[in-house]
């Protein structure tokens, strides 16, 4: 695709439910992140994955919060028995490649509401 | 751990009036970069800096990066409403992972 693409766009759960939330990076990008964007708030880091490296995961609030990159392109966010706190927009970026003159390119997000 | 931090976190001018906001970093960076989100979007990359000293200019926006590599600022000279939006610097140390300031906010009064 011509760019990130995240799914859903938009999902509203019961509290307690698990979610999953789905970013496609653009092909060949190496690196990927997830950031939490609560309203009118900034960007609050989640977890990092670059090529095969074990991913940096010293953004994730809790356990209940996981993620995974398959084959090293596709990465699922979990959430699992989601809170109201949990409610914001989740943000996928990719970059081609970690090094002078990347930058990271943006979804469009998922906004998640915990009702 | 290695923070990037950015002020002020709202600016609210009158259109034609400058605006700039900072962004400071404890440690030594490689390179930083900056984003806008508009109101409902996504971050989008405006630029990148990487050499000490460096100043780039988009039309009415200037950047610069810090002689030591630790601070950075963006320059709004005579700002239009298109400029409204949320500005984030972002920072890495040996072009890795990226740290993101926390934004600054700017609305623009026509």
């Known amino acids: 695709g011509a760019g990130v693409s995240q799914s859903p766009s938009n999902k509203v759960t019961e509290k307690g439910k698990d979610v999953e939330l789905r970013c496609d990076p653009i092909?060949?990008?190496?690196?990927l992140y997830w950031y939490r964007q609560s309203l009118g708030q900034g960007l609050e880091f989640l977890i990092y994955?670059?090529?095969?490296?074990?991913?940096?995961k010293s953004g994730l609030p809790s356990d209940r919060f996981s993620a995974e990159r398959t084959g090293g392109s596709v990465s699922t966010l979990t959430i699992q028995r989601t809170q109201q706190e949990d409610s914001a927009v989740y943000l996928c970026?990719?970059?081609?490649?970690?090094?002078?003159?990347?930058?990271?390119?943006f979804g469009q997000g998922t906004r998640l509401t915990v009702v | 751990g290695q923070q990037v931090m950015q002020i002020p976190q709202y600016q609210h001018v009158q259109e034609g009036e400058d605006f700039t906001t900072y962004c400071n970093s404890s440690?030594?960076?490689?390179?930083i970069q900056w984003y806008k989100q508009r109101p409902g979007g996504h971050p989008v990359f405006l630029i990148q800096l990487v050499k000490s000293g460096e100043v780039k200019k988009q039309k009415r926006l200037t950047f610069q990066f810090g002689e030591a590599k630790k601070n950075s600022s963006l320059h709004i000279t005579a700002t239009q409403t298109t400029d409204v939006g949320t500005y984030f610097c972002?920072?890495?140390?040996?072009?890795?992972?990226?740290?993101f300031g926390s934004g600054t906010k700017l609305n623009v009064k026509p």
């Open positions: 972002a920072g890495s140390k040996n072009f890795n992972k990226f740290y």
């Open positions: 092909s060949g990008h190496t690196a």
């Open positions: 994955f670059q090529g095969n490296s074990a991913p940096d």
């Open positions: 440690t030594t960076l490689s390179n």
């Open positions: 970026a990719s970059i081609q490649s970690q090094g002078v003159g990347t930058e990271a390119f």
